[in-house]
């Protein structure tokens, strides 16, 4: 629950605390604070402090770049990590046994409500910004302009620290203000207010935000990271989707959950006018975004990094690679990342060992694997599932066939892996490392024949099992969240990091989609915002693919048909990102993908008969009540206006 004892300690220490843990590069606030001086009014005697405030009010948002912490991550269906390593001292891994049936409400894993367990303090980054309102008016030396958007950015900031908690907890309490340290018992007794009043007062926040916000950020040396009109448009679209969407939206499993005064905190009738509004933000966000300059990353960005010589097949792929990896200053398509910087301590947990001098000495742990159902999501190279594809051979697909010339940007030319690894779309190459797959990079790029490749056949392989500590245990790696530039030799790696993605522009495109065909618009009106998104990744349009290629050719053009093809081409185009597991909740489908067993190849097998067998390394454990996160047990206990999720 949000505590509020010991507030008069809170008010004297967290301008400290707070500045202290920014990851900025501002003036070190403990070197000039004296001893038991860390008020607020000294946070706020001048612009240089109170900036630095501001900065601080960024660090709950900024944390969020460890992907062992995030929800839409670890529980998603697309990622596994072992749970009986010897030594796993390097991978928290608490998020990831969730999916083991490992939540409880006495001490949540995850814990954003009250920061705990891998969990961020939302509401005290929400307190942090109600204290920045409340002082902006102190500093002398402060411009209009400058606190015109200050405010702005701390509007936004509380928006989305609201918008995470209730996206996690469902309803939530509303704390625009601070109460004051004299508040009674009975005052700091919040309750949760209804989840559609929740909704409405992130939206004016936004609202209110985007006025002040600049529209572009034009000193990227300073201020790269900073909110922009775009991003609170995009956060806003995102927000009406998710209201908008199925777990929120008429869900009769909410039907019983009221304050103990019995105000009810869902409306369970389905209300169709939340598409029309989400619809028009995500509008509304797209043309700022177009207007400003945002596109979406495409083959003529890699002139700067990429030989000029190179094929037009793999320049495809690795256009694909680095459209999150690339730089976010030269980015066209990224409309907000993470100031965070995605390198050392991240990459080597989802990259295979791919040298002998690697594979010796045990770097790139990639430890953090993809299931096969993971691989079995992306399109084949006509731009259909797999199973739906009358030219591909679904029911033999776990059978042998060896690389040849003509896949050698792919398929490692001679080697002999499972066949649904060949004729997939762009996309699975680019995101997905297996055995027997090309990987570009580490100083090789080329023709295929002189690319690295992965071998992971079995303990004797240099990407397979060396012992119960380095060890993926599918065979297959997320390649996406490792930039191709990353260099190793032996044991020596040069990283280069890049900016974990918040929105980009062909999420918006994809959402738009979706929001026009729940208002039940023509396919017609609806698949031009697909297409833009499956073009640049290599594949026919929805109507030349379904319609030439899949044994259901009409399937586009029914709302659940192509309901169906947004929602997976989300999951393709976002995979990684930490994406599909917030998308799936608000589809009300995550429980589908986990009644699943969560498989992998045979890792500790050297043969090919023996390798490619799957064998289910987890049965997830999930139901209705894991769709929103458990209230610690104890704050029920401090406050007893608050009530519990339901089940929990």
Request: with cysteine; hydrophobic share 35%.
């Amino acid at each position: 629950m949000i505590t509020f004892k010991n507030m008069k300690s809170y008010y004297k220490y967290l301008c400290m605390i707070a500045l202290a843990m920014t990851g900025v590069s501002c003036k070190k606030y403990l070197d000039v604070v004296p001893d038991n001086v860390g008020t607020i009014d000294y946070a706020f005697r001048n612009r240089n402090e109170a900036e630095n405030y501001l900065f601080g009010c960024y660090n709950a948002m900024q944390s969020l770049g460890t992907m062992q912490y995030n929800p839409g991550f670890v529980i998603s269906g697309e990622t596994i990590f072992p749970n009986d390593l010897q030594d796993n001292s390097s991978v928290d891994p608490q998020g990831f046994n969730l999916v083991r049936g490992t939540q409880n409400a006495s001490n949540p894993t995850l814990n954003y409500w009250d920061g705990n367990n891998g969990g961020q303090p939302m509401f005290k980054a929400i307190r942090k910004c109600n204290t920045m309102l409340e002082n902006i008016d102190k500093p002398i030396d402060l411009t209009p302009g400058e606190k015109e958007r200050w405010i702005a950015e701390t509007k936004f900031l509380k928006a989305f620290y609201n918008y995470y908690l209730f996206r996690m907890y469902g309803p939530i309490p509303i704390i625009d203000v601070n109460l004051p340290i004299t508040a009674s018992t009975e005052e700091v007794k919040v309750k949760r207010a209804p989840a559609d009043s929740v909704v409405n007062y992130i939206v004016r926040l936004l609202d209110e935000a985007i006025p002040g916000l600049p529209p572009v950020i034009q000193n990227q040396a300073q201020e790269l990271g900073r909110v922009t009109q775009t991003i609170a448009r995009s956060l806003k679209a995102e927000v009406l989707m998710t209201a908008a969407s199925p777990l929120f939206n008429g869900n009769p499993d909410f039907s019983n959950l009221k304050n103990k005064d019995g105000q009810a905190l869902f409306t369970t009738a389905y209300d169709a006018t939340k598409w029309d509004r989400a619809a028009a933000a995500c509008l509304d966000a797209i043309k700022d975004a177009e207007s400003n300059g945002y596109r979406l990353h495409a083959k003529t960005d890699l002139v700067a990094t990429i030989p000029a010589n190179l094929t037009d097949s793999l320049r495809e792929v690795l256009n694909l690679q680095t459209t999150i990896t690339d730089k976010w200053e030269t980015n066209p398509e990224l409309i907000w990342a993470l100031n965070y910087q995605f390198g050392y301590g991240n990459q080597e947990y989802y990259m295979p060992r791919l040298t002998a001098g690697a594979a010796g000495n045990l770097v790139a742990e990639g430890t953090i694997a993809a299931p096969i159902s993971q691989q079995e999501l992306f399109y084949t190279d006509k731009g259909v599932p797999i199973n739906e594809d009358n030219t591909w051979d679904y029911t033999g697909r776990y059978g042998s066939r060896v690389g040849d010339a003509d896949n050698r940007f792919y398929i490692h030319n001679g080697y002999q892996t499972v066949k649904a690894h060949f004729n997939r779309e762009p996309r699975f190459y680019a995101d997905m490392a297996f055995d027997g797959g090309v990987w570009y990079g580490n100083g090789t790029l080329g023709n295929g024949e002189n690319a690295l490749y992965v071998q992971a056949k079995g303990p004797s392989s240099y990407a397979g099992p060396k012992d119960r500590i380095r060890l993926n245990e599918t065979g297959y790696w997320p390649k996406k969240l490792v930039n191709y530039l990353t260099i190793y030799i032996d044991a020596n790696m040069t990283w280069s990091s890049f900016h974990l993605p918040m929105i980009r522009l062909s999420g918006m495109y994809l959402l738009y989609a979706e929001a026009l065909n729940e208002q039940g618009k023509s396919y017609t009106e609806v698949v031009p915002y697909i297409d833009k998104v499956r073009i640049r990744a290599g594949l026919p349009g929805v109507v030349e693919a379904w319609t030439n290629y899949s044994k259901n050719p009409g399937k586009f053009t029914t709302q659940d048909g192509l309901r169906q093809i947004i929602h997976q081409e989300r999951r393709i185009e976002l995979a990684f990102e930490g994406q599909a597991g917030w998308d799936l909740r608000r589809w009300k489908e995550l429980q589908a993908v986990m009644t699943r067993p969560l498989q992998g190849w045979d890792v500790f097998q050297d043969s090919f008969v023996n390798y490619y067998r799957p064998h289910t390394i987890i049965t997830p454990v999930f139901n209705n009540r894991n769709y929103i996160w458990p209230i610690q047990t104890n704050n029920l206990t401090i406050n007893d206006n608050l009530v519990q999720n339901p089940n929990w």
